[in-house]
């Protein structure tokens, strides 16, 4: 996704803005060029725009939430000018959670938009409709009319009228049943129902697909270009999002224990800096598990460690291999998916665990080898059609 940089957290989960925040710069400079605009003007777009972007980020939370409900994390919160996405660690396994998750961002901004029109009824009966109605005979006249409201209807009135549309505007988009937005994995959970998850993500991808140049064709036939664009992006992000399921439920239909090393190099808490220079450079093994006197695993020393290790001043030779293992790791099941193995080895920035199989450790996994492994397999199945 590229970098981007934190600037805020909130229930535990770091909110923060991609770089193309960045493209702003040159459209606010544009914007306060327009004698038309002016210094009020570039004010109001600019509250307009966080307001904007605080819906979207309730949005993303109503999904991380939801999530959370299932036991799963999310990394991040990322915001750009165009989308907003959470960075959820995995998809809930159950249709049902998955639809859960899915429909969480839209009810969102449909519980925002439903007190914004509580308030509205409140304060200025009437508002509503009446932006509206200007809202709708401005498009129709592309822009061209000039917005003519009484005088009671406030500044605050108005934008908050806009919020409303907008936020009815983040749902309707969102529910288009095409990838990726909230709709396609709502449409595809719903089918997953009825059929097996490849499939149901097969269908949901060409409904997407049909609906993206639909949106396509409309928009060049009405000369709304930027629509067009969205079409184009909605096109290819629904491909991608099929390509990403088909990948990964290739990977998860392999069985750990096809992977496991069960020959390995045990070091032990005495093991000398000599001995263990000597394994890594003329050995194939670059990360050892490390054993205490009573065989059981103390700590991962890894190749980053030892490179570490070997690196550093004279007085390594003097020191000990527990300064350099890493204690916190996880052990494996055999019974866990290969795409749970990756995101932990991520997580521990380790390329090399344990495995147990019932409470017992039977061997190693090792990054690399699911990899070879992996490709091996594709190779396999290429050949077969
Ligand atoms: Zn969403």
Redesign the pocket.
């Known amino acids: 996704m590229g970098p981007s940089v934190q600037i805020a957290r909130f229930l535990g989960i770091p909110i923060k803005l991609h770089w193309t925040f960045l493209l702003l710069i040159p459209l606010a400079g544009y914007l306060l060029n327009r004698p038309d605009i002016g210094w009020n003007g570039f004010l109001f777009f600019c509250i307009l725009f966080i307001l904007i972007s605080i819906c979207v980020i309730f949005?993303?939370y109503g999904?991380a939430l939801a999530a959370r409900k299932y036991g799963i994390e999310t990394d991040d919160i990322i915001l750009s000018p165009l989308f907003g996405v959470a960075r959820i660690r995995k998809i809930p396994d159950s249709p049902f959670g998955e639809f859960i998750v899915?429909v969480a961002?839209?009810m969102m901004n449909i519980m925002i938009g439903f007190i914004l029109v509580i308030y509205l009824q409140w304060a200025c009966p009437g508002a509503l409709s009446l932006f509206g109605h200007e809202l709708y005979e401005s498009i129709m006249s592309e822009g061209e009319r000039v917005n003519a409201f009484p005088e009671n209807f406030s500044m605050v009135d108005m934008t908050i009228s806009i919020l409303v549309f907008v936020n009815l505007g983040l749902v309707l988009f969102?529910l288009i049943p095409a990838f990726p937005m909230?709709g396609g994995r709502m449409f595809r959970a719903v089918l997953n129902n009825f059929m097996d998850k490849l499939t149901a993500t097969r269908i949901a991808t060409i409904v997407g697909q049909i609906i993206s140049l639909l949106i396509i064709f409309v928009s060049i036939y009405y000369q709304q270009y930027g629509i067009t664009l969205v079409g184009l992006f909605v096109y290819y992000m629904a491909t991608y999002e099929f390509k990403m399921i088909k990948h990964e439920m290739f990977r998860n239909r392999f069985d750990l224990s096809e992977m496991i090393r069960t020959n390995f190099t045990k070091l032990s808490i005495f093991s000398t800096r000599s001995e263990i220079s000597d394994l890594f450079i003329k050995g194939l093994e670059k990360n050892f598990l490390v054993f205490d006197d009573d065989e059981s695993i103390i700590g991962i020393l890894s190749k980053e460690k030892i490179i570490d290790w070997m690196a550093d001043d004279e007085n390594s030779y003097h020191q000990e291999i527990k300064n350099y293992i890493v204690k916190s790791f996880p052990m494996i099941d055999t019974n866990m998916k290969v795409d749970d193995v990756l995101q932990l080895m991520r997580d521990f920035n380790l390329s090399f665990l344990p495995v147990e199989k019932n409470g017992n450790f039977i061997g190693v996994l090792d990054r690399n080898i699911i990899y070879d492994y992996l490709d091996l397999q594709r190779k396999l199945i290429l050949k077969k059609y």
């Open positions: 949005h993303e999904h899915a961002g839209p969102n909230d």
